[in-house]
């Protein structure tokens, strides 16, 4: 009895895969850090450095000295309140974020599980239209609504809805939809393509056993998007943290929240840095914000990381 061989099929040529040729993977990243690095690492840099100078006779003089640290948290709640600033900011950014994904959150479960997959893009395309039109045009675009004579108000009063026209502008109610008009459009292609990615087998196999479309979602759907959630939590946070058009077209700087009326800390910096010659302590408020983003931004990359 003969042994059958194995039959050996042909070796294919060896792939090229760029992955295999460092030097390829080096010259593909270079455009990417040297951009980062002159536009954003190299001004990062030069912004915390000016903090730690000095002014003389209305100078900024190169140096290091903690002076202007030491000055601003000696009235960190006193004559500046910068602490109620943060605070402020904190308040309005945490309330801002919950509400985009309250509000995104939905929409983009819409679009992933009842819009047909061939129309998906073109909504997906509409989302983030707004993203195609300058961001103060859209703004003052919204002051013409939320005036106190603007569209919104006139429409309600001659609905009879309301007597009185409602106060919307100047107020924090205003930055907050300035703001999330910005962060709509990120949040939901984020959103998007964490719930886009969701295995439907597990969803399939909770029907099956027995669990209700609530329960689907409690226990399958949302604990799966969890690292969208928190990545749009992340970005939506820096954004209204650093923001200043929104709280100062539509919110005046400024607003009544249960901390009191306290202004927001970028505006405060804007202000600053327009009325004063010092530069350095400017450049110091401004390396507080800065940190404030930093630990969220790494705090929310953990948790996103656990998740996974």
């Known amino acids: 009895m003969t042994q059958k061989l194995p039959i050996s099929t042909p070796r294919s040529p060896d792939r090229w895969l760029p992955q295999e040729t460092s030097l390829l993977k080096y010259l593909c990243l270079a455009p990417a850090i040297i951009y980062d690095s002159i536009f954003f690492l190299l001004p990062l840099i030069f912004l915390v450095w000016i903090g730690f100078w000095s002014v003389e006779n209305y100078r900024a003089v190169p140096g290091f000295s903690l002076s202007n640290y030491l000055d601003i948290f000696s009235q960190f709640f006193t004559r500046s309140r910068y602490g109620f600033a943060i605070a402020q900011s904190l308040w309005v950014a945490f309330t801002t974020t919950a509400l985009g994904i309250l509000l995104c959150y939905p929409f983009a479960m819409a679009l992933v599980f009842l819009v047909p997959e061939r129309l998906q893009r073109l909504l997906l395309v509409l989302a983030i239209m707004p993203f195609w039109t300058s961001y103060i045009l859209r703004l003052y675009a919204w002051q013409t609504i939320l005036n106190n004579n603007g569209l919104l108000n006139t429409l309600l009063v001659r609905l009879n809805w309301i007597k009185d026209p409602l106060q919307i502008m100047f107020t924090q109610w205003g930055t907050r939809i300035g703001l999330l008009h910005y962060l709509a459009p990120i949040m939901i292609l984020i959103l998007y393509l964490v719930l886009r990615n969701t295995d439907r087998t597990l969803m399939g196999a909770a029907r099956n056993l027995g669990a209700t479309q609530w329960q689907t979602f409690w226990r399958v759907v949302l604990p799966l998007s969890k690292p969208g959630i928190l990545y749009s939590a992340v970005f939506g946070l820096i954004i209204s943290l650093g923001d200043v058009l929104s709280g100062t077209i539509l919110g005046g700087g400024t607003g009544q929240s249960i901390l009191g009326k306290f202004p927001l800390f970028s505006a405060i910096i804007l ?28 705090t929310g990359f953990k948790l996103a990381e656990s998740e996974q």
């Open 271 to 298: 202000n600053e840095y327009a009325a004063s010659t010092n530069l350095p302590r400017t450049s110091a408020l401004a390396t507080l914000l800065i940190g404030i983003m930093i630990v969220i931004l790494m």
